[in-house]
T-cell receptor, first 113, second 113 residues
Framework: DVKVTQSSRYLVKRTGEKVFLECVQD?????MFWYRQDPGLGLRLIYF???????EKGDIPEGYSVSREKKERFSLILESASTNQTSMYLC????????????FGSGTRLTVV | SQQGEEDPQALSIQEGENATMNCSYK?????LQWYRQNSGRGLVHLIL?????REKHSGRLRVTLDTSKKSSSLLITASRAADTASYFC?????????????FGSGTRLQVQP
C-alpha cells in the first residue's frame, strides 16, 4: 500500500525551538509539498519541491525552510518556533506528470507553547 | 489567495439523501480535484476532472465542471453516515512556474444516521 508517512502525529514544542517535521514517501514521486491547515483558512502552501535539492516558496514561506536531500524525504524546518505556527501540517506527494492527484500523509498537529 | 471556494461551508443531511457541494475558482485551470478529510486526518483524493471534461462519475460521486462559470459541483448520492467528513476542492491552475494545487476552505458534511 503506497503511502506518505509523517514522522509525528502530535508534537508540542516551546517558543524559540528549532523544529523538524519529516515526511517520507514510498511512491518514487518527484513532487513533494508542505501545507498548513488552520480553521477557516483551508490549506495554505508553505513550500514545495519538484526534485532532489530543489525547492520553491509557496504562499506562506516566512519562518519556514525545507530540505530535500533524497527523493523520498522532504523535511520542513521551523527555524525558531512561534505560537502562530501552531497548526496542522500536511505533507503530500505527486508524480511529475500532469493530471494526477496528491497523496497526503496523516498530518502532524504541532502546538507551540 | 484562495483559488477555490466551497459552498456551503457546512451541510447537514439525513442518511440516504444526496449531498451537493459547490466550488468556485478564479483563474484558468488544468484540472480540478476533490478531496475528503476525516476529522484530524490527512486528505484523500476522490476524483479529478480535466478542464476539457464536463462531468465525471466514480461510484456514488458525480462531479461537474463549468469552465465558463469557473465552477464545479460534487454530488454524493445516497449518503451514508460514513460520508461525514470535510470536502475540499483544489485547482491545478495555469500559474507560471507553479505546479501546486490551491485548496479552498472546505465544506463540512454531517450525515445523520
Amino acid at each position: 500500500d503506497v503511502k506518505v508517512t509523517q514522522s509525528s502525529r502530535y508534537l508540542v514544542k516551546r517558543t524559540g525551538e528549532k523544529v523538524f517535521l519529516e515526511c517520507v514517501q514510498d511512491m518514487d514521486h518527484e513532487n513533494m509539498f508542505w501545507y498548513r491547515q488552520d480553521p477557516g483558512l483551508g490549506l495554505r502552501l508553505i513550500y514545495f519541491s519538484y526534485d532532489v535539492k530543489m525547492k520553491e516558496k509557496g504562499d506562506i514561506p516566512e519562518g519556514y525552510s525545507v530540505s530535500r536531500e533524497k527523493k523520498e524525504r522532504f523535511s520542513l524546518i521551523l527555524e525558531s518556533a512561534s505560537t502562530n505556527q501552531t497548526s496542522m501540517y500536511l505533507c503530500a506527494s505527486s508524480p511529475h506528470r500532469a493530471n494526477y492527484g496528491y497523496t497526503f500523509g496523516s498530518g502532524t498537529r504541532l502546538t507551540v507553547v | 489567495s484562495q483559488q477555490g471556494e466551497e459552498d456551503p461551508q457546512a451541510l447537514s443531511i439525513q442518511e440516504g439523501e444526496n449531498a451537493t457541494m459547490n466550488c468556485s475558482y478564479k483563474t484558468s485551470i488544468n484540472n480540478l480535484q476533490w478531496y475528503r478529510q476525516n476529522s484530524g486526518r490527512g486528505l484523500v483524493h476522490l476524483i479529478l476532472i480535466r478542464s476539457n471534461e464536463r462531468e465525471k462519475h466514480s461510484g456514488r460521486l458525480r462531479v461537474t465542471l463549468d469552465t465558463s462559470k469557473k465552477s464545479s459541483s460534487l454530488l454524493i448520492t445516497a449518503s451514508r453516515a460514513a460520508d461525514t467528513a470535510s470536502y475540499f476542492c483544489a485547482t491545478d491552475a495555469f500559474d507560471a512556474g507553479r505546479r501546486a494545487l490551491t485548496f479552498g476552505s472546505g465544506t463540512r458534511l454531517q450525515v445523520q444516521p
